[in-house]
């Protein structure tokens, strides 16, 4: 069965960290780009970090740049976003997926920013 399953957000102060995994069946996971996206209330999702299959090239959106890593473990079909001095614009659903050739979404993880 072709799955997504997103964890790790919660509720962080300004200036906080959060790690999110991302764990996906083998049949999405395997020889694919993976990337990690968000959606915020009222806004469009978007692409915020993107990892090769190896995971030797990643690429990041401006807004989140020298803030966020992503990364993967090919071994146990999972992908990763440190994020690092987070911003009350953070604030968002959280989903990972592939970048080209997309399945269905999974859940996502709430990620709120507040003090």
């Known amino acids: 069965q072709v799955q997504l399953v997103e964890s790790g957000g919660g509720l962080v102060q300004p200036g906080g960290s959060l790690r999110l995994s991302c764990a996906a069946s083998?049949?999405?996971?395997?020889?694919?780009?993976m990337g990690w996206y968000r959606q915020a209330p009222g806004k469009q999702r978007e692409l915020v970090a993107r990892?090769?299959?190896?995971?030797?090239?990643?690429n990041y959106a401006d807004s989140v740049k020298g803030r966020f890593t992503i990364s993967r473990d090919n071994a146990k079909n999972t992908v990763y976003l440190q994020m690092n001095s987070l911003k009350p614009e953070d604030t968002a659903v959280y989903y990972c997926?592939?970048?080209?050739?997309?399945?269905?979404w999974g859940p996502g993880t709430q990620v709120t920013v507040s003090s």
């Open positions: 990892i090769s299959t190896t995971g030797g090239i990643t």
């Open positions: 997926n592939r970048v080209y050739a997309m399945v269905t």
């Open positions: 083998a049949s999405i996971f395997s020889l694919n780009p």
